[in-house]
């Protein structure tokens, strides 16, 4: 079984610039995380999205992060300007029935 | 939130050493998972383990929800052992599902 996919792996941009993390889940896995995590801390989630729709986005910084999971299957997190306290791994999650949560390999940002 | 806190937060083994590693929280909790974030920062699944025992080779782990802890036990450690390994919970009085994390515990072996 293949397991959740993340892209790219690497990203360098300058701040203000905008940037876009794709991540490919479990298959037949309804539930979805975005986690951001700084250097030295432990993960924290972003959104969690049942299918195409919103669970928790409590603790999205709304003003400049989106996401989207439109068919209920891929997503994409964006962000819009891009600051330098965003520099941080982004790793992307998914559950079956709120279960064990499996993690991708995670989308490095720096942000200059 | 729940709180999270693991300890201790560094430790230097020699390879071939035994580690209890601590994970408490502050509040009930349906999900609980312990993780190893290897060198390059992939997270993988070593245990769910909401309550009880379970064992995977030299790994163990004990969860006591009723007092709130759990423990993770490394046997006969090895080099690639090494890594931050990572307690994560889900409070069982939220709505939503998304785990929170502790701080970690940085595991080095030596050779």
């Known amino acids: 079984e293949a397991g959740v996919a993340q892209s790219p792996r690497y990203k360098i941009i300058e701040k203000r610039q905008s940037v876009a993390f794709w991540c490919n889940p479990i298959s037949g896995h309804a539930t979805l995380y975005w986690y951001q995590q700084i250097l030295g801390q432990g993960p924290k989630l972003l959104i969690q999205?049942?299918?195409?729709?919103?669970?928790?986005d409590s603790q999205l910084p709304k003003d400049r992060f989106s996401a989207e999971r439109l068919k209920g299957v891929d997503s994409t997190l964006k962000i819009q300007p891009a600051k330098l306290e965003d520099s941080a791994v982004y790793l992307c999650?998914?559950?079956?029935?709120?279960?064990?949560?499996?993690f991708g390999p995670g989308t490095r940002l720096l942000v200059l | 939130g729940i709180q999270v806190e693991q300890s201790p937060p560094d430790l230097i083994l020699q390879e071939g050493a035994n580690s209890t590693l601590r994970c408490n929280f502050s509040d009930s909790v349906n999900n609980l998972q312990w993780f190893h974030q290897n060198p390059w920062g992939q997270l993988i699944n070593l245990f769910y383990?909401?309550?009880g025992t379970k064992q995977n080779g030299r790994l163990s782990a004990t969860t006591v929800a009723t007092e709130r802890y759990s423990l993770l036990y490394i046997s006969s450690s090895q080099t690639t052992d090494s890594g931050v390994y990572f307690c994560a919970v889900l409070y069982s009085g939220g709505g939503a599902d998304g785990l929170t994390f502790g701080k970690g515990t940085h595991l080095i072996i030596q050779p």
């Open positions: 383990i909401p309550s």
């Open positions: 999205f049942q299918n195409n729709g919103v669970v928790d």
């Open positions: 999650a998914s559950s079956s029935r709120a279960q064990t949560q499996y």
